[in-house]
């Protein structure tokens, strides 16, 4: 029990946190539908008085002999009631627009700054979801069923106090009704929202499906396995509509009760009614004005079914996206000294591993001094780009596992930004958005001048090749401009790391794709240009790292050998191996001589 107050105290907390700015609207909207509700209260009243004064001839001469005042008054309260409406939709439309605006705000801000290790157990497809779909869920239930409780209780209140005020056995009649409906909703609440939270990851699994394959579209193609996906994607879509006619079997169900339950209400107030009518207790106004009373209760008791219904599948959806929100954040890191300028890199003892128990990197230590170029060669899966998400901390080291500093800081002890920003990194696939050429560059900053990106472009050697397209640095990229080559793309994130200006540059594999001339081109072009930088350069070609001041062989997690590429060769160990493996003589003669 404690639990759930907690929770819906939490629910309540994420709708006021993300109200602001339309809180004004929201109590307007409240306003305005009380008002219009205790309108249509009126309008029974008058039936009343029109039949038992004006019609029962009773008295009040000055109505029985203007009819078109009580006309006109069941006319002047609709228009109000009305008009109040109106503002109140309005005003809901605009807080719950508003709302569901700040909500995916948050979200997105938030899931920017996620950890790695987050995103790697979360499914794009699902998070998408929660960002879209659940947050639509919520907006509609801030937006009508929120104002619908509201609503719904004074309209049951105000109903109950008019009929009350008439006749309070038939009222009871009606009073006894409420728990019924009320309890029956809840049983109903409770299996819908399991079932709804079923149909949600179903719905989250087969997003998933659709992404992938959207991304993936080449590799489907290129291996063929369209039927193979076809068929998963039929697999995922019957579950998916399965679950939504289970559910909606079970929404008939409680529909069809609910008519039940409803019409027993009506038949049982008739009955008494005419009882009391019969008895003299009550008078003919009264009892047609007690039926208005009871049929404008009837719906909303059994909208108030609906509501909760539909509130537990927004409760569903606030789970799911405060799940993201609840989140931790990247630790940013403490306000430390500031840098000292300088930026050589120390790992000391490092020991790391994405899961408990399997550790990736087993006891790294290495130093690469400042304006140093260091070179990592391994073989796949060997750590090697572990080593370089830890030095960005997208992965953060655990306490007792060694230490990795900067400018001799532990890089736990430089704020997050500071550090990236210090890091240039040109990562193994990379990753363009679709945009022109020159915003991608400029991405890293965004003011640059087109001289600026030009340079950078230049030293990444693909000035030429962009500039060969018609639009030039304008040419857009991705599925509505032109299609780049791996190579291409490879350099032109490396011009983007280069505008960066970073004081550490990364090269992950960087220049796989490109040819050995390029890539000894870009080295070159690098070495001329980037003198003060230091490098860490990975890479599965002995070529790539040849020129480095220092190279590491990794294997397995673990240092097999550190050297210069000369001292590396007369060791005759596993670099030398991989070296005659990699070079035909043709090749050594060329690269020595
Ligand atoms: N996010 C992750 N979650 C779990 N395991 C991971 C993750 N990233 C890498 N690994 C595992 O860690 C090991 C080292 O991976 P890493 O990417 O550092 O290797 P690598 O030397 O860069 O390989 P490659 O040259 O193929 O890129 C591999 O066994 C890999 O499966």
Known sequence: MKKITKTKYRKLQLILRYLYGSKGYFALAIAASLISTVLNALTPQIFRYSIDEVLGGSGLTYLSDNLWVLAWMIVV????????????????????????????????????????????????????????????????????????????????????????????????????????????????????AKRFTTADEAEGELSTVVQENATGVRVVRAFGREQFEMERFDEKNDAFAKLWIRLGTLSGLYWGIGDLITGLQVVAVIIFGVVEAVNGSISVGEFIAFAAYNSTLVWPIRGLGRILSDMSKAGVSFERVDYIIRSQEEEYGKESEKTDGTYPISFQHVSFGYEEGKDVLRDISFTVPEGRTFGILGGTGSGKST???????????????????????????????????????????????????????????????????????????????????????????????????????????????????????????????????????????????????????????????????????????????????????????????????????????????
């Open 77 to 192: 309260v609709a228009v109000a009631s009305g008009i109040f409406t109106y503002i109140s939709r309005t005003n809901t439309a605009r807080a719950g627009e508003n709302f569901a605006k700040n909500l995916r705000d948050a979200l997105f801000t938030h899931a920017q700054k996620l950890p790695m290790k987050w995103h790697d157990k979360n499914q794009t497809g699902d998070i998408i979801q929660r960002c879209t779909s659940d947050v639509e869920v919520i907006r509609g239930f801030v937006v009508t069923q929120l104002l619908e409780v509201f609503r719904t209780a004074f309209l049951v209140l105000t109903s109950f106090v008019m009929m009350f005020s008439m006749n309070v056995k038939l009222s009871c009649v009606v009073l006894l009704f409420v728990p019924v409906v009320i309890v029956y909703s809840t049983v109903f609440y409770k299996l819908i």
């Open 387 to 593: 080593i370089i998400q830890l030095l960005a901390r997208l992965y953060e080291l655990e306490e007792n596992r060694g230490g990795i500093y900067i400018g001799g800081r532990e890089i736990k002890e430089i704020p997050i930004e500071e550090l990236r920003r210090s890091i240039g990194m040109v990562l193994q696939e990379p990753f363009l958005y679709s945009r022109t050429i020159r915003e991608n560059i400029a991405a890293s900053v965004p003011d640059a001048s087109l001289e600026e990106i030009r340079y950078a472009a230049r030293i990444a050697c693909i000035d030429e090749a962009i500039m060969s397209f018609p639009d030039g640095y304008e040419t857009l990229v991705g599925e509505r401009g032109v299609t780049l080559s791996g190579g291409q793309k490879q350099r032109i994130a490396i011009a983007r790391m280069l505008l960066q200006k970073a004081p550490i540059m990364v090269f992950d594999d960087s220049l796989s794709a490109v040819d050995s001339q390029t890539d000894y081109n870009i080295r070159r072009a690098l070495k001329e240009h980037m003198k003060e930088a230091t490098v860490i350069l990975i890479s599965h070609r002995v070529t790539s790292l040849m020129g480095a001041d220092e190279i590491m062989v990794l294997h397995h997690g673990q240092i097999e050998e550190c050297g210069t590429h000369e001292e590396l060769i007369q060791r005759n160990g596993i670099y030398r191996k991989i070296y005659d493996i990699q070079m035909s003589r043709d090749d050594r003669e060329k690269m020595e001589g």
